[in-house]
């Protein structure tokens, strides 16, 4: 029973669902310079387009493998919310909408929680898809950064999140802002148990996100080109009337207007969070036994992570980057 559950099934699910993951046709149009790119050549680099370093977007599946140590890694289950409770319809009905989504991405929802080892050291990641209904924040994406945030505190590790989203999710109405506020608190509960909130946002982060956890993180990373607004420029320029300067509401813009901390090259992202994990990871260790004169209180879960660490302290300077 268990080589059938455990070997079987995986594999006859794996064989179903490959045709999701197969491209239509092996070539991809890059939306920076409009130049044809290979598929297989475009995932080997990646997703970033090799003339003109566009990022294409990524799903969370791929963000996961990208990030963690060895590609290995553990998706957590995540609370069922109430389907639709407005039986909202506009065009089409939310459910429709919902299932249509569901069937492309293979995900219940638009926001993935996994945890894993990034550099050695533990680290939960939560992805926002925004392949899955433009990445709306409706209540299980909620749900999920709460699940999140609490898994980082259970683990004592860093939560780390990749924004990706249009907003709000307007068929769930007041529910969906509700959760700006609800995100709110889940950081701030990190925050009180000292836990780093790392924000990786991702283009586009847009609206009631970006009004929210989007903008919470400790440390404030973003690809390069993405696009950062509440509201977007064309009705900026629609309201004021007035032409916006070139690279408005652009990461690269935004940093040096002090919001953002650094763009960092999707190549470079899994050794930046690493480092940033690494040291923030070690600061914490030092404070905790310099407070702590009795040594033997808890030393199981952390110990291994910490001599992890302390071996890969020496390469960590010559690898940041501002
Ligand atoms: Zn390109």
Redesign the pocket.
Known sequence: MNWLTNKVLPKIRKLTTSSRDTPDNLWVK?P????M?FHQELVQNLNV?N????HLRVGPKDRFEQLFDGSRYDVIELPDVQVDPLKFRDSRKYTDRLKDARHNTGDKDAMIVAHGKMGGNAAVVAVQNFQFMGGSLGMAVGEAIVAASKLAILQKAPLILFSAAGGARMQEGILSLMQMPRTTVAVQRLKEAKLPFIVVLTDPTTGGVTASYAMLGDIQISEPGTLICFAGPRVIEETIREKLPEGFQRAEFLVEKGMLDMVVHRRDMKKTLSVLIDLIANKFKSEDTADKSAPAAEPTQDAAPAADAAGKKADAPSESKA
Do not use: I, K, V
Request: aromatic residues 0%; glycine residues 18%.
């Open positions: 890059c920076g310079c409009g130049e790119l387009c003339h003109c370093d566009h």
